[in-house]
Structure formats: structure tokens, C-alpha cells
């Protein structure tokens, strides 16, 4: 138990679909984080939030939409995924932003499949 | 391109027989970490070394740093079955403000 919960674990959407991600941490970190994993490539960094400001934008498409309510909450908001979209999203918190030790606390990650 | 690259990629070992992965990185770094990842799971950090120092353990894992070559090493001591997941190196830029990770080692203990 790493203190970073996320729902669903697996999500299985057509391409026309509109389905949200939920990311929520319980250790008072105040930046958090999306990754996109995919079979064979490196961790790809989409999004960083800190203070529930976004501070990085890795030039996502706009069909994966960010929110921050608050320092605890992440979500990611999905709308006319493509196949291609299909991967492990891994949501992280860590105490400060990457500026600081840049140690990342990973939650278990929702696989999403797009058919 | 990617800022952390392991190497190998895949290591297959008999269980008490020791681990060793490589990572090699391209420009300066304030740290290194890595982490574990179980098959399809999240990933778990293990151990942070700072550009300032040359080696760090903790319990049967050791790293190392050499900032003139740009590298870095995990070494598990007398692997486990347990120790099977893939294994991450990041590097954090704090300049960047980001942490780059590579593409990872799979290990695979045998019992």
C-alpha cells in the first residue's frame, strides 16, 4: 500500500466512449502526476500538478483532459480515445514537485483498453 | 531521446545468484532512483543516490554512481524468486524540474 488509490484498475471503453480516471493520495503530498505506460516504451510523463496548479503539459492530445481539485484528487478525463490510447495510466504524488528529491510514489495503475 | 536507457533488457538468473542492471544516462543529474515494478502493477521506489555520492545500500541492494561515465548500477545480492519484476532507473534534473525514466530490466529469478 504505497497511500496512492486509483479507480477504476481496469477499463475497458469503445472509441466514442467518455470515462474518468480517479487518482487520491493519502500522504499530504501537495504535487501530483499521470504517466502513460505502453508495451515497450519508457514512461512517458503527461501531466504535473502541483499545488492543483498544472505545471506541465507534455503536449497530450486534448482527448485526455486533467483536473486537480484539490491537493488529495487527480483525475483524467477521457473522450474519443483511439485504440493506440490503450496502456497502464499510473498516477504518482510526491512532496514537492521534481525540483525537490523527485521521489515519486506510484499508485497501481488502471489499465485502460480502447476497442 | 530518452534520458535513462537500462541495460539489459532482460536478465534471467537462478535464485541466489546475484542481479546486476546498468543504467546510462546523457546529462547532468541532481539524483538517480530506482524503482520495481511487479507485472502490471505500480511502480515502487527502492533507492535514491545523489549526484554527490558514488555508492548507497540497502539491504541486499547496492548502487552506484559514476557521474564521469554517466552510468549508474543496481546490484541484488543473492536474488529471491520474489525479486522477479522489471526494474527502473530515473534521473532527476532538478533545472528540467522533471524525472526521466528508461525503458527498464526485466529480471526473472528462478527458484
Known amino acids: 500500500e504505497t497511500g496512492v488509490t486509483q479507480t477504476p484498475r481496469h477499463l475497458v471503453m469503445g472509441m466514442t466512449n467518455k470515462k474518468s480516471l480517479k487518482c487520491e493520495q493519502h500522504l499530504g503530498h501537495n504535487a501530483m502526476y499521470w504517466y502513460k505506460q505502453s508495451a515497450k516504451k519508457p514512461l512517458e510523463l503527461m501531466f504535473v500538478y502541483s499545488l492543483e496548479e498544472r505545471v506541465e503539459n507534455n503536449s497530450v492530445p486534448s482527448r485526455f483532459s486533467p483536473e486537480c481539485p484539490n491537493s488529495s484528487h487527480l483525475f483524467l478525463h477521457l473522450h474519443t480515445l483511439q485504440p493506440e490510447d490503450s496502456a497502464l495510466y499510473l498516477c504518482?504524488?510526491?512532496?514537492?514537485?521534481?525540483?525537490?528529491?523527485?521521489?515519486?510514489?506510484f499508485g497501481e495503475g488502471s489499465r485502460l483498453t480502447v476497442l | 531521446s530518452q534520458q535513462g536507457e537500462e541495460d539489459p533488457q532482460a536478465l534471467s538468473i537462478q535464485e541466489g545468484e546475484n542481479a546486476t542492471m546498468n543504467c546510462s544516462y546523457k546529462t547532468s543529474i541532481n539524483n538517480l532512483q530506482w524503482y520495481r515494478q511487479n507485472s502490471g502493477r505500480g511502480l515502487v521506489h527502492l533507492i535514491l543516490?545523489?549526484?554527490?555520492?558514488r555508492e548507497k545500500h540497502s539491504g541486499r541492494l547496492r548502487v552506484t554512481l559514476d557521474t564521469s561515465k554517466k552510468s549508474s548500477s543496481l546490484l541484488i545480492t543473492a536474488s529471491r524468486a520474489a525479486d522477479t519484476a522489471s526494474y527502473f532507473c530515473?534521473?532527476?534534473?532538478?533545472?528540467?524540474?522533471?524525472?526521466?525514466f528508461g525503458d527498464g530490466t526485466t529480471l526473472t529469478v528462478k527458484p
Open positions: 543516490i545523489r549526484s554527490n555520492e
Open positions: 530515473a534521473t532527476v534534473n532538478t533545472n528540467a524540474g522533471k524525472s526521466t
Open positions: 504518482a504524488s510526491s512532496q514537492g514537485t521534481m525540483g525537490q528529491t523527485g521521489e515519486l510514489f
